[in-house]
Nanobody, 124 residues
Framework: QVQLVESGGGLVQAGGSLRLSCAAS????????MGWFRQAPGKEREFVAA????????YYADSVKGRFTISRDNAKNTMYLQMNSLKPEDTAVYYC?????????????????WGQGTQVTISS
């Protein structure tokens, strides 16, 4: 089992920045992939970014490329999402997730472990 706990959400104005954190505990493996997803009211959960725990390979949704940066601190078992140039359409609950392997890293159905989510609200 892997336990994930997100933090860092909040309310900011458009153009501002936030950094989300996801602390992982339990049976974490170097072969894991960790990802961020988000879900706005009335919409499906969508992929934001993913990172391979070993090696740090990253992958981003087109909608956040160039604005968001995913990273991890292996020693702290923590993943981060630095979000810059935020837009009102970035408003959503952001979820941290973990899976084994890299294949399918953008598909939420591939992830076995999920955090509770953290609300991000961007005002215009």
């Amino acid at each position: 089992q892997v336990q994930l706990v997100e933090s860092g959400g909040g309310l900011v104005q458009a153009g501002g920045s936030l950094r989300l954190s996801c602390a992982a505990s339990g049976r974490t493996f170097s072969s894991n992939t960790m990802g961020w997803f988000r879900q706005a009211p009335g919409k499906e959960r969508e992929f934001v970014a993913a990172i391979r725990w070993s090696g740090g390979t990253t992958y981003y949704a087109d909608s956040v490329k160039g604005r968001f940066t995913i990273s991890r601190d292996n020693a702290k078992n923590t993943m981060y999402l630095q979000m810059n140039s935020l837009k009102p359409e970035d408003t959503a609950v952001y979820y941290c997730a973990a899976k084994h392997g890299w294949y399918g890293s953008s598909r939420y159905a591939e992830y076995a472990y999920w955090g509770q989510g953290t609300q991000v609200t961007i005002s215009s």
